[in-house]
């Protein structure tokens, strides 16, 4: 959980820091089922980075709640079609996402 409108900085790593993004398609992909989802939960992201291997996002939220149904919904619909493309099976994710909160600097 989280404090509503205060941002989170949202990190996820691969597997065994294995690639989670294989091709510039699945970028695109996530940063597609990132909008949507964020849209849904009622999330605004400020800013991502997606590297081979793991993510970072700068994501505020409206509800407590709000930031961990993105990140379920997310991670689920992307693994669905990284397993599915790839025709691989297993996780994908080194567990669950990690976040902390952000201050700003004067």
């Known amino acids: ?15 065994n820091r294995q690639a989670c993004f294989y091709a510039g398609k699945d970028y ?6 990132l909008r949507e989802y964020a849209d849904k939960s009622g999330c605004h992201v400020h800013a991502y980075v997606l590297m081979t291997n793991h993510v970072h996002l700068l994501v505020s939220a409206e509800r407590p709640e709000a930031s961990g149904t993105l990140m379920k919904a997310l991670g689920q619909r992307y693994v669905q079609y990284v ?3 790839y025709r691989r099976s297993g996780t994908l994710w080194e ?9 700003e600097v004067q």
């Open 1 to 15: 959980m989280a404090l509503p409108n205060v941002p989170l900085h949202i990190i996820q790593r691969g597997n």
């Open 28 to 33: 695109r992909f996530y940063l597609d089922w």
């Open 83 to 85: 397993n599915r493309t």
């Open 95 to 103: 567990g669950r996402f990690r976040s902390c909160l952000t201050q």
